[in-house]
């Protein structure tokens, strides 16, 4: 009994001992992936250029806000989190950070007081980026932004997920090998292939999560890789595979979106705007070819199942039959003036809704959102043109959103599952009070 | 209350078409600019968001989108013996307020004049002698070519994503385009409208006449475009609310969907809204203008903003009184014939043959403000002015831009207009009806022209400007003459019944009815100081730093809606300032 006893209390001890080196001894940050000379310098702009790849600005910066002074609410399915103040401020932001510092926030996700952060911010993703891209960001954030003075909000997230000590193991279970290793033998898709897979995170939105909310996959080898996510509820649709948004896009098509957020198909919407407004438009000819290549690749024999003949929702909406359904008459009396009886749009004004990924996507978040709220296209310098869907909601009912919704998810060749009017209802507050 | 902003480089006075390419044109150039419109900023969504901009009664009935007289208007009399008096409605002419201006609420009929058009008196005196002129007609040349300004206006539509068949590309005639246009470098950068029937209907009965009908050329776009900054419309689908409204789809040409968003890029340029200009601040030796001084609306007061270079970009209307209030250029006076500002104030002469046809479905809801066929067999460099006597022309259209209910129903005579028998009438006639417009010259005259009143001001206090105006026998008899043509081929298509309404002998100018909002001349271009008011660049010839837009330049009204040779004279003024005024400030001529 005694014996047992003593086991029990060994046990008990010992836990608690692991439990307090679990949260007390320090994490071993990751260490530089490539040898860089210790006096490298970046080039003029170089620093600036590896900010915009890897967007810092559209996390940390909030709305209206100072910029990278941080305090932006990213939503996550348990809470809310704020970015936080990475303008080289001592007091709120990251003035004082070494470089080690610098590079266990990217690789590690730590703050230099071994705090964990959330992975919100895309560690997962920026793991893989270069020494010289690491060294380069430090340069900007530390020597060229000026610092701001800004306290960023804590997460709002209920217990235990406001234990950020237990991320250790989340870490332990979520981080994959540090470091980035290309697919390809090609210098150009190799190219791609990084700024996608590293500072570009682009599958933070457009991956699965896992069980653990990792992402499901940060390589391109694994075909999870960009299979499609979800970001603030709306789908990120899948850049790969039969349900691809871009399937049949060519690559000047790729560069178009990311350089304007319109090209022959398609307009930018929700999130993915930020990205285009502060990260890719800025992204270099060359960078932007890469990107799109490697893109291109992953869709290679994807096949767009779209017939080129009238369609039943062409010819229905032709008719102009009294007594066609009210998703199809309110079709007409509101969107087909710009997106067409043959849902196609015009190139790089109005977007086809014949398999657009928004459309289809599973979740109904996005349309709703956008024919209740509208939207607007960011101004770059090649398409300056702020172009604005209106909103609808003050035209139509909730039953009269998912009407419409649910014939456009399943005109022409879309086929996607039907809205209700419930979905709408939760979707309208959100939706007008962005208006006001 | 007064208050002094800091200094700029340039400042434009009217943010609408004008104003916008100048801005653009100067801000590439790295000028610090400040644009002054004094109404209130306009964007598609929300300003002309559907559906709410398709609003008749509020746009076409209320003109939600133009100055309020109470605000800004004239006074008019047709003769010098005449009292004017102020015109409290609008009626006749429809300036716009606010950023893009008239650019936003006009049909897009975009035309380039005939070559002649340019030097008419020269011409007329050439081929007709000199004493075919009347004596009290003050027609002028305009001191550029159509082959000067070829290349702005292929700019200018380029930009502005055109839809039309070009007739002639080089002296090459193409069949389809009209063959008697001056020479062009290019076709138009998009296809030509679809066309609604009763356009339809004109060519075939036009063709079979002799004549060589080819689709007006349009702003309203027949496919998606980008332009050179980048800026894009999508294509018309004919809802038919062009005129007098906003377009709700990205279609129709404007400052908004072809220049402003790429123009609000640069840092160096900034806009303020609700700010009217109240004069042009002059040097004490009258030499240059140092500036404008202007009404802040929101702040409530003056504020004197000085710029090295002032481009008078406002309506026309408005340049003219702006330069009569702040002594550029000596006033016109009709006495004397002699001084140039407000000189050949002249308008447009137009007039329309109506057809009913029982059996045929126009459907008339599906119009685009510029779609139709046209035919200028009967255009100013096709007529024989000694035979005819007359000096003018016109081309000669059927298109159908609207059926809008209260306005865009034409009823046979003898239709009462209310009650039971008006109801059938609608009835019945809704969508069997259409129209062919001639669209003519209206010549400059000497006792035509405007100058300051001397009872009336306006809320600032500032003298009103007065407008002399009234028909002369000249354009009647041209107008006239088209009614015989059009009311042939009218007859040659069998209508149900028809009725033409064109101005006859002794017509008096009615301030009343709308007519159209293409008010030309007053501060005239041309290559004498002492007959003009702006050179051929448009600068003020007494004030080099001071340039004037605008159709306020044409010497006597073309045969043409004025906006293309309006966009085109403002690239061609943008080019002199560009590459000749800003590295050597000073007279151009």
Known sequence: ?????????????????????????????????????????????????????????????????????????????????????????????IGGW???????????????????????????????????????????????????????????????????????????????????????????????????????????????????????????????????????GWTAPALRGPGSAIAGWSQEDLVAIFSTGRNAHAAVNGEMQLVIQDSTQYMSEEDLAAMSAYLVGLNEGVLLERSEDVTETEALIASADPDMPLGARLYIDNCNACHFANGRGADEVFPELDGNSLVTAESPTGLISMILGGSELPSTPKRPYSLRMPGFSDRLTDEEVAELASFVRQGWSNDAAVVSADDVADLRGEAEAKVE | MARTDPKKDVVIVG??????????????????????????????????????????????????????????????????????????????????????????????QTWRPMENEYRLRSYVEEEFGAEAIPEDMTIQDWGVTAEELEPYYDRFEYMAGISGQAGNINGKIIEGGNPFEAPRSRDYPLPPLKQTVDAKLFAEAARGMGYHPFPRPAANASEAWTNEYGMQLGPCNFCGFCERYGCINYSKSSPQTCILDALKRYPNFSYRVNSEVLRVDLAPDGQTATGVTYWDEEAQEEVTQSADLVILAAYQLHNVHLMLLSGIGEPYDPQSGEGVTGKNYSYQMNGGTTMFFRDVDFNPFAGAGSVGMAIDDFAINQIDFGAEGFIGGSYIVAGNSNGQPIRGISLPEGTPEWGAGWKQGIGEWYGHSMSIGSHGSCLSYRDCHLDLDPTYTDRHGRPLMRMTFDWKPNDIRMTQFMKRKIEEIAQSMNPDSWQSSFKGEGARYDIRPYQTTHNVGGSIMGTDPNTSAVNRYLQAWGQHNVFVLGAGAFPQNIQYNPTGAVGALAYWAARAIREDYLPNPGPLV
């Open chain 1, 98 to 232: 070494s470089l080690e510092d610098f590079r266990a926030a990217l690789y590690d996700g730590m703050r230099p007081d071994g705090t964990h952060l959330y992975p919100a911010m895309p560690y997962e993703n920026y793991r893989k980026l270069t020494e010289e891209d690491v060294r380069a960001l430090y340069h900007y954030f530390i020597e060229e932004v000026e610092p701001v003075q800004n306290a960023a909000p804590e997460a709002d997230l209920p217990f235990p997920f406001d234990q950020r000590w237990t991320l250790r193991g989340w870490k332990w279970l979520a981080l994959d090998e540090p470091g980035f290793r290309a697919d390809t033998d090609d210098p150009v898709l190799a190219r791609g292939e990084y700024i996608v897979e590293g500072p570009g995170h682009c599958s933070a939105c457009h991956t699965p999560r896992n069980a653990i909310m990792a992402e499901a996959a940060v390589d391109t080898s694994d075909e999870a890789f960009l299979s499609g996510g979800e970001i603030a």
């Open chain 2, 15 to 108: 943010l609408g078409w004008t104003g916008a390419i100048m801005g653009i044109e100067l801000a590439s150039e790295g000028l610090e600019i400040l644009a002054l419109e004094r109404g209130p900023d306009r964007s598609t969504v929300p300003d002309f968001k559907y559906p709410e901009v398709i609003d008749e009664l509020e746009y076409g009935i209320r003109f939600g989108f133009m100055q309020r007289p109470k605000n800004s208007t004239i006074t008019v009399r047709r003769t010098g013996d005449e009292v004017a008096q102020p015109m409290r409605r609008l009626g006749s002419f429809l300036p716009g307020d606010g950023v893009g201006g008239a650019g936003i609420h006009w049909n897009g």
């Open chain 1, 1 to 93: 009994m005694r014996t047992l006893l003593n086991i029990v209390l060994g046990l008990v001890v010992l836990g608690g001992v692991a439990l307090l080196a679990f949260i007390a001894v320090p994490v071993q940050p990751t260490p530089p992936q490539q040898q860089v000379a210790a006096d490298w310098q970046p080039e003029e702009g170089q620093g600036e250029y590896a900010m915009r790849l890897a967007d810092c600005a559209a996390c940390h910066t909030a709305p209206g806000g100072e910029r990278f002074a941080g305090g932006r609410a990213i939503e996550s399915p348990l809470g809310t989190i704020y970015s936080s103040n990475i303008t080289p401020d001592d007091e709120t932001g």
